[in-house]
């Protein structure tokens, strides 16, 4: 099973910009589907964006549309999410998950990360 860790998060300021990565070891992630997810305080976990294998095609929550760009670099194994006009509303853990087990939607995966927090101060 791949191995997912995420970093990148922090406090910043409404309106900030922020680029979450996630690299991956024990596999190479060439052949996966990745996404991202966040879980805001008290709230369940809510899809943020799946990119496929190659990085050809992406797709998005609806409601999370233009500000979010998940990204990939299989030379790096590595997954990127740019957030863009952070709000206070983005407040949350991010976590980012590989290997598609169903396709959903919203998409479920096999394997995950522990998670790094964002918090956005207004």
């Known amino acids: 099973q791949v191995q997912l860790v995420e970093s990148g998060g922090g406090l910043v300021q409404a309106g900030d910009s922020l680029r979450l990565s996630c690299v991956a070891s024990?596999?190479?992630?060439?052949?996966?589907?990745m996404g991202w997810f966040r879980q805001a305080p008290g709230k369940g976990r809510e899809f943020v964006a799946v990119?496929?294998?190659?990085?050809?095609?992406?797709h998005y929550a609806d409601s999370l549309q233009g500000r979010f760009t998940i990204s990939r670099d299989n030379n790096k194994n590595t997954l990127y999410l740019q957030i863009d006009n952070l709000q206070s509303e983005d407040t949350a853990v991010y976590y980012c998950?590989?290997?598609?087990?169903?396709?959903?939607?919203?998409?479920?995966?096999?394997?995950w990360g522990q998670g790094t927090q964002v918090t956005v101060s207004s």
């Open positions: 998950a590989a290997d598609i087990v169903d396709a959903g939607p919203p998409p479920r995966f096999a394997s």
């Open positions: 024990r596999r190479n992630i060439h052949g996966y589907g």
């Open positions: 990119i496929s294998e190659s990085g050809g095609r992406a």
